[in-house]
């Protein structure tokens, strides 16, 4: 997930200071901010072998970059979170802001979020502690202080039984839902961790950040399955298919290197195409294709198979640092640096 310390990558000044986040409220959003529909640029999409991302939706009303979006289980609500401090849910057939949580903390920081898969929670890490929230209220079921310098990134096992979450501290965290007791901590990276995602059996989960590594760890017991270091930059995000036959790692080299799962010698692909970091990459739900987004504003789809690039889109005028899959995969939802959302509809 994109570190905003580094120098080079996103330039943002952060005061390191410890401190809580508090109040429980959640506002909802008055009538006068129904999400207009800004002027967007021109949908420039480049069909090539059977794939389109045709925009259908902008969203806006963020006040800062758009850090994390995410779709709910049921497809209805995506939620995002944002450096303004708020969490925001939006109903996806309105294209409306329908509710917003303010979290106060005083560092400039965007909030990770996700869904357990049954719906019951919302996952969020404001930047020093873990919260869980009532999906649909927002309101707080638990928080407990994890991470001291930060949390970057999470994930939620298919039970819904447990949160790991990885932080500044270059420390992978398991913690049991939704009471957060925590059950163990080891250090994972000597620097930061940027991403994290744990496979569609739940047997390993892989890790990647600022020392350029990608770790692969034996899940739950967090010992250190494999290691692939490639890139010469570090790892933004990673990701692996939901067939579980692939992963990823998308680096600030401007590449993303697609990787057979057991096979670690070399890439089985290098995505090619962007201008300046690759700061996310997805596959899509059928493992056919990987969505990327970067420094470029642009989303770029390609073949996971052979590399080839199939699309690519410049609706955001600002970097692209989320990407989510909807439910059925559909859709998919892109959050950006120009504090707006876009949602577009896979044609192939």
Same mark, same amino acid.
């Given at each position: 997930?994109? &570190? ?16 809580? $986040?508090?109040?429980?409220?959640? +506002? ?5 901010? &129904? ?12 069909? +090539? ?66 869904? $357990? ?29 994890? #991470? ?12 819904? &039984?447990? +949160?790991? *979450? ?32 744990? $496979? ?6 892989? $890790? ?22 490639? #890139? ?23 590449? *993303? ?16 195409? #962007? &201008? ?34 199939? *699309? ?37």
């Amino acid at each position: 997930m994109k &570190n905003l310390f580094r120098v080079g990558t996103i330039i943002v000044s952060v005061l390191l200071v410890n401190s809580l $986040s508090c109040g429980d409220a959640v +506002v909802k959003p008055p009538d006068t901010i &129904n999400v207009p529909q800004p002027d967007v640029p021109e949908n420039n999409v480049v069909p +090539v072998n059977k794939l389109s991302l045709i925009l259908l939706k902008s969203l806006s009303g963020h006040d800062q970059y758009i850090f994390y979006v995410q779709f709910s289980p049921d497809g209805k609500t995506i939620a995002s979170g944002s450096a303004d401090k708020t969490i925001r849910l939006w109903d996806f057939d309105a294209g409306k802001e329908k509710l917003r949580k303010y979290e106060i903390y005083k560092e400039i920081w965007g909030i990770p979020l996700t869904y $357990s898969a049954d719906g019951k929670y919302l996952i969020g890490g404001v930047y020093d502690t873990l919260k869980v929230y009532k999906p649909d209220t927002l309101t707080i079921i638990s928080e407990q202080k994890a #991470h001291e310098r930060g949390i970057q990134c999470l994930a939620v096992t298919k039970d819904g &039984n447990y +949160v790991v *979450t990885g932080g500044v501290d270059g420390n992978l965290t398991l913690w049991t839902l939704p009471d957060l007791t925590q059950l163990k901590t080891i250090k994972a990276h000597e620097k930061e961790i940027w991403s994290i995602c744990l $496979s569609p059996d739940g047997k390993y989960l892989l $890790s990647g950040g600022e020392d350029k590594f990608g770790r692969i760890w034996v899940f739950p017991d967090l010992t250190m399955k494999s290691e692939i270091k490639y #890139h010469d930059s570090p790892i933004e995000y990673v990701d692996i298919s939901p067939d579980g036959k692939n992963l990823l790692l998308a680096s600030a080299d401007s590449t *993303t290197s697609v990787w057979k799962v057991g096979d670690y010698t070399k890439p089985a692909q290098v995505l090619k195409g #962007h &201008n300046g970091s690759v700061l996310v990459a997805v596959f899509s739900k059928n493992s056919r294709f990987v969505f990327s987004g970067g420094e470029d504003d642009e989303v770029i789809a390609f073949n996971a198979k052979t590399g080839e690039e199939l *699309t690519r889109v410049k609706d955001h005028w600002g970097d692209v640092m989320s990407i989510c899959n909807s439910p059925g995969g559909e859709y998919i939802a892109t959050g950006s640096r120009d504090k707006t959302i876009k949602v577009y509809l896979l044609q192939e």
